[in-house]
Every structure is written in structure tokens, then in C-alpha cells.
């Protein structure tokens, strides 16, 4: 038994696991910002994204010395790769946050009709759900736990097609205009964070199958 | 480049549905429920497995688990430990490699081995590696046969200048592919190796693993390690060993799974390959 080396495996899963919650928490500010208008959480959210990017650098750091070191084989390297792949996609949910804190700052000063505050918050709180679920089954190595995130995957889309047509649907005011035009690239933000927690999902099934699969392809609609 | 360009999607898509299926060469040895036993304890039990002609089969496994007493098997060296038996049929192209009328030393001629510890004799470098050919009377071009194995070996510029000088003269690395130049001299097969590089410094060790990816291309190499890390870097099938012990104590080699290398170290299907490849063995 190899136990410095599971010891090194298990920190590099509990660094993972953290970098979840702070792009949890990341997700949270940058839904409040956006449905309360608050600028200063904005600039909050924007800034906290050094604490994602300094634990996504720690994770990876400590997997090029994992491979380097210890060789790792069999479901150790698929569980190594899969955390590398994890990772990733856990650092560029922090990126929309920021993003998407970023649009509440530049968008005009427009008060949203409820309607669109409601949208906002349904897809935030998919997309956390969803983070969570990926998280979870990937913790849990739950492949029918993972592949839940196919059907969320679905009604985050939904409600970022609803909320596309009412954007369309406006008016002629140009401050509406402008002010739904970002909020669209916000939608998508939601819109992509829930793919990067279907990808970590895809991730929990290759580790524990062994196989690499798409979830849903669509180069492959009928697979 | 456009994605609309059809020529380019559909090269695109042809690269993508070629699949590189593990091509296999002819097979060399067929071994069908092969054991051992000394004075009628078994040692090795009931193994069946190709072995692929110009590839490195590696076997690996734990101490005790029958590794090198099964690599004796393909150039019937257990014949010469008295009280050993090989049970179950091994086929040399197609041919029962134990048959009556085959000869244990043209077998030995056929499938050359080279062992952990270098064994060069107290000879010269050029008397080494002439000493199979002159036992089988080849004495035409002796010094061309020399030469070549010494040179398919990695180690002719190391010792064309000093051929006459004591074989026991040379480093440990150098001593290993003096005695894997001396058994390509008799025109082998097959090369055995059984731990060819434990006992090297890892400089030496590499070169001899570059030395194995050189030589299937002429030869099917079969290397007993107890390095894994050697199994993955040089073979191509891997056999994993390992040892069952009965409750009242007998402990037998026995195969667990044979498969590509890259399988077996990235998705073994049994557990306990998966178990002493990723160090949770014992």
C-alpha cells in the first residue's frame, strides 16, 4: 500500500472539492449582484475569482508533481486525469462568475421587469443545482447520479431559449436594447456553466467506467 | 480553411472513424493449460496464452508467483532441474515444443535467454559471443557473426578496439549486451530475458530497454520484471501473474489477465491486477 500516494491523491480530491465550493460561492455573489443591481458585490465577485484561480493553480501544480513522482496507473491515472480535466472546468465557471459580474457593472441602469429577475434567478439556482450534482457524483463515483445532469442540462437551455425570445421581444428603446443584448451574454454564462458541470459529469463516468463518452452529442444527435 | 469545405469535413471524418485496432503478428507460441510442478508440488498453474511473434511480451507479478519459472518453459530449461515437470502442451509454430523427437539444445538454439545476473565467461569479448556458433560447428564468417551481434547488441563501437580484452573487463551494463550479443549469435527466434536489468545502474537499464525496442523487429523478445514501470514502458502484451495460496499453505503461480500493455495499466479488468499494478497489493 502506497500511502503517501493516496495520501496525495486524497488532498488533490479535497483541493477540488474547495474549488467547487469557493465557485459555488463565486456563482451566489455574481446572482445577487445581478438580480439586487449591487456594483460593489460586482467588484467582489470579480476579485474573488484570484481565490478560484489560486486553488486551480494549486490543484494542477500538485498533479504535475503526482505524475512526475508517482507514476500513477490504472484508476489512480483515470482518477488523476479526471481531476485534471475537473479542475479546468471548475476554473472557467469561476471565469463566467466574473464575467457575468462584470456585465451587471456595464449594463444600463434599467430596472428589469420581475420577469426577467425570476428568469435569473431560476437559472442561477440550476446552475448551482447542477454544480452540486456534478460535485456530489463525482465525490461519490455515482455514474446514474452523473448522468441526472443530462435532464437539468435540458431545462437550464429552456430557460436560456425563454429568456433569448423575451429579449427579442422588446421594444424600440435603445437602453432596453443594449441593456437586453448583455443580459443575453448573461443568460449564456448560466447557459455554460451548467455544460462545464455536464463535462465534470462525463468525467465521473470515464473514471468510473473507464470509457470516455459524450453525454449527448451533437455531431451524433441519434448516439 | 472553412468547415463548409466538404473535402476537408469529410477527411476530417475519416480521421476520426479510423480505428487503431491493436494489430497482432503470427503467433509463436501457443501455450494451452501449461503447469509446473517440482517433485509434484505445483508451482505454475494451468496458464494458456499466445505469445506474439516481434513484440515484447512482459511478465510480471510478485515474488513467487512462477513468473520465471514460466519463462523457462518456452526454451525447455526447466528440463535441466531435476524433479521439474511440464504438464499441458506448448506449440512452437504449431509444433509440440515438448514432442518426443525435438532436441532440448536445438531448442535452446531456436529461443536464446539471457538472465538477471550478467554471466559472461572468463573469457575474452570475441570468445564469448563466438562460443555458440562454434559449439554448433559454424565456424565459416565467425569473425562477420561476431561482429553482427555485437552490433545488433548496441555494443560493437564500445569493444571493436579491444575484442581480445576479458570479457569480465566490461561494466555491468556492458556485460548484459555482451551476453545478449552472445545469444543473437547463434541466429535465434526468440530472446528470453529474465529480469535483464535489475541488477543495472539506470543508464544501463535504458539502454537496454532501447536495445528491446530495437530487436522485435527481428526477434519476439519475452521479459520477466518485477519493474513495472519496464513492463509499461517496453512490452506489448503484458501477463499478469500472480500467487494463490491453498488453506493449507501451498502457494501456486497462476495467470490473472493477459492483455495489451496499455490495457493493463490503464483499465485492467480484474481487481487484483488492478490492485498490484497501482501499488495496493499486500
Known amino acids: 500500500m502506497r500511502v503517501g500516494f493516496q495520501e496525495e ?24 449582484a445581478l438580480v439586487q443591481q449591487d456594483e460593489e458585490l460586482a467588484d467582489e465577485v ?13 490543484v494542477e501544480e500538485g498533479i504535475q508533481e503526482l505524475l512526475a513522482r508517482q507514476t500513477p496507473v490504472a484508476s489512480d491515472l483515470r482518477l488523476v486525469l479526471a481531476m ?61 447520479q452523473a448522468e441526472t445532469l443530462v435532464d437539468l442540462d435540458e431545462l437550464i437551455d429552456r430557460a436560456n431559449r425563454r429568456f433569448v425570445q423575451q429579449v427579442l421581444s422588446f421594444g424600440r428603446d435603445p437602453k432596453l436594447h443594449e441593456w437586453g443584448l448583455r443580459m443575453i451574454i ?6 455554460r456553466i451548467g455544460d462545464h458541470a455536464v463535462d465534470i459529469g462525463e468525467r465521473t463516468a470515464y473514471l468510473v467506467s473507464g470509457e470516455f463518452r459524450e453525454f449527448t452529442d451533437a455531431s451524433h444527435p441519434n448516439n | 480553411m472553412s468547415v463548409t469545405d466538404t473535402s476537408r469535413t469529410v477527411k476530417i471524418a475519416a480521421d476520426l472513424n479510423r480505428t487503431p485496432a491493436p494489430q497482432h503478428k503470427d503467433v509463436v507460441f501457443d501455450v494451452k493449460d501449461v503447469g ?19 513484440e515484447v511480451t512482459a511478465i510480471i507479478g510478485p515474488s513467487g508467483c512462477g513468473k520465471s519459472t514460466f519463462i523457462r518453459v518456452f526454451n525447455r530449461m526447466n528440463d535441466l532441474i531435476p524433479g521439474a515437470k511440464v504438464h499441458g502442451t506448448v506449440l512452437y509454430h504449431g509444433e509440440d515444443l515438448y514432442g518426443k523427437d525435438v532436441d532440448s539444445v536445438e531448442v535452446r538454439k531456436q529461443i536464446g535467454m539471457v538472465f538477471q545476473k550478467p554471466n559472461p565467461f572468463p573469457k575474452s569479448i570475441y570468445d564469448n559471443v563466438a562460443f555458440g ?60 530475458m529474465d529480469e ?14 532501447d536495445l528491446m525496442h530495437e530487436l522485435k523487429r527481428d526477434y519476439t523478445i519475452l521479459i520477466v520484471t518485477h519493474n513495472m514501470q519496464q513492463a509499461a514502458r517496453v512490452a506489448d502484451m503484458t501477463a499478469f501473474f500472480s500467487v494463490d495460496i491453498a488453506p493449507e499453505g501451498d502457494r501456486t503461480g497462476i495467470l490473472v489477465e493477459y492483455d495489451e500493455t496499455s490495457k493493463i495499466f490503464t483499465q485492467p479488468s480484474d481487481q487484483r491486477t488492478e490492485d498490484y499494478v497501482t501499488g495496493r497489493f499486500g
Not at chain 1, 476579485?47 to 494549486?58: C, G
Not at chain 2, 535483464?196 to 530497454?209: G, Q, V
Open chain 1, 9 to 32: 491523491l486524497d488532498h488533490l480530491e479535497a483541493s477540488i472539492h474547495e474549488e467547487g465550493t469557493l465557485a459555488l460561492r463565486s456563482l451566489r455573489g455574481a446572482l445577487n
Open chain 2, 196 to 209: 535483464p536489468a535489475s541488477a543495472l545502474d539506470p543508464i544501463a537499464t535504458t539502454r537496454i530497454e
Open chain 1, 46 to 58: 470579480i476579485a474573488f475569482d484570484d481565490e478560484i484561480d489560486s486553488r486551480y493553480l494549486a
Open chain 1, 84 to 144: 485534471l480535466h475537473v479542475n479546468l472546468h471548475l476554473e472557467r465557471i469561476g471565469d463566467y462568475c466574473v464575467t457575468i459580474a462584470k456585465l451587471v457593472k456595464l449594463a444600463p441602469p434599467v430596472a428589469p421587469d420581475r420577469m426577467f429577475v425570476d428568469a435569473f434567478e431560476e437559472m442561477g439556482a440550476r446552475a448551482e443545482e447542477m454544480i452540486r450534482v456534478a460535485l456530489d457524483s463525482f465525490a461519490s463515483r455515482d455514474l446514474e
Open chain 2, 36 to 54: 509446473v510442478s517440482y517433485d509434484g508440488n505445483l508451482a505454475v498453474r494451468e496458464v494458456s496464452l499466445p505469445i506474439y511473434s516481434n
Open chain 2, 133 to 192: 556458433p562454434r559449439v554448433l560447428g559454424w565456424r565459416k564468417g565467425l569473425e562477420e557473426r561476431v561482429e553482427q551481434a555485437l552490433r545488433r547488441a548496441a555494443l560493437w563501437d564500445e569493444v571493436k578496439d579491444r575484442l581480445k580484452k576479458n570479457a569480465l573487463g566490461l561494466s555491468g551494463g556492458q556485460q548484459q549486451r555482451l551476453c545478449i550479443a552472445r545469444a543473437l549469435a547463434t541466429e535465434p527466434e526468440v530472446i528470453l
Open chain 1, 186 to 191: 448573461v443568460s449564456r454564462c448560466f447557459e
